[in-house]
């Protein structure tokens, strides 16, 4: 388990961006369980919404990249419902380690930061 800042600062850029994702953020430090969550679903609610979103169009030949580190990655409902087939080469790098805007980094509480599927957010 790992404890994240829930806003991160881009190392290169220095944006700030909402750290949140509904498959691996489980809570929210300082907060209640259900506190914890509606905040999250709030937060994922907002991160999604299509303002702050792209919808790529694949076709034959695509290739697209994006920096998980300001980017939350949804995958559509009709992704299987192209008229082709894709064949897809998923590239994963260690990062940095995320920073809060406060400069306090993420700290790995249990397990190795690789490893884990569960984090807490500060909040």
Known sequence: ??????????PETGERALYVSPSFLKSIVGLTPRESQALLELLWEHVTRPEFTIRFKWEPRSIAFWDNRATAHLAP???FDLDFDRQLYRTTLVGDVPVGPDGRPSVALEGSPVETAAAVALN
């Open 77 to 79: 409902v009709d992704i």
């Open 1 to 10: 388990m790992t404890e994240h800042p829930l806003v991160r600062v881009h």
